[in-house]
């Protein structure tokens, strides 16, 4: 398994660690419906495993991990939609999402086009809430609570999804859901496990 070092993550991760790139489970795994039991324990563990799928899913890349893509059947996730720096360029902001909870998801609804690290190389229009009002624990158990918007709104509710056991492409039509798992199956048969794009970041 490829260990790198990891790079400074902010306030929660003043220190040089091991990390290591996690597996992450694929559809048609049958792990990926599993309903994900809460975090009650508050310990080095949990901050090890936190430190792993950042590092998991900054590799992919990708926005947003819930444990059970790494086979963690737990209610933990971390999204880091980067912030815009002075000169333009992406900094990172990694957030965590320990037992997340929405309060009042909005009447009205906004349109993304959804990608899915479980689902690789798949995209596609899925349509959620627009604003919700989110309740999450950090490391250490405290609670917080926010209004989330935009891109943000979204990614969550998709994380959330994964701890019910639910993927984006089961809001779509059964139809659209077997065309987008038979071009899995079809790209993996073609050899390589993906569909190469210009996400990739190997020859
Ligand atoms: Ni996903």
């Not at 809460?38 to 950042?54: A, C, I, Q, R, S």
């Not at 918007?149 to 984006?168: P, S, V």
Request: with cysteine; hydrophobic share 40%.
């Amino acid at each position: 398994m490829p260990v790198v070092l990891s790079v400074d993550f902010g306030a929660n991760h003043p220190y040089l660690r091991l990390m290591a790139l996690l597996p992450i489970l694929e559809v048609p795994d049958p792990r990926l419906k599993t309903i994900s039991t809460p975090v009650e324990t508050f310990d080095d563990d949990l901050k090890k495993l936190v430190d792993d799928m950042f590092e998991t899913m900054y590799a992919a890349p990708g926005i947003g991990l819930a444990a059970i893509q790494v086979g963690v059947p737990k209610r933990l996730l971390v999204i880091d939609l980067q912030d815009e720096g002075p000169d333009g360029e992406a900094v990172r902001n990694p957030r965590i999402f320990v037992n997340p909870e929405i309060l009042d998801p909005s009447e009205d609804h906004s349109v993304y086009n959804e990608g899915c690290l479980s689902v690789p190389d798949q995209y596609a229009e899925v349509e959620r809430p627009a604003t919700v009002r989110a309740r999450w624990q950090d490391l250490d158990g405290q609670v917080h609570e926010e209004a989330m918007e935009g891109m943000m709104a979204t990614c969550l509710q998709h994380e959330m999804d994964h701890l019910e056991g639910i993927l984006f492409i089961d809001h779509l039509s059964r139809l659209k859901r077997q065309m987008v798992l038979k071009k899995i199956e079809k790209a993996r048969k073609m050899g390589g496990g993906h569909v190469h794009n210009e996400h990739c970041r190997h020859d």
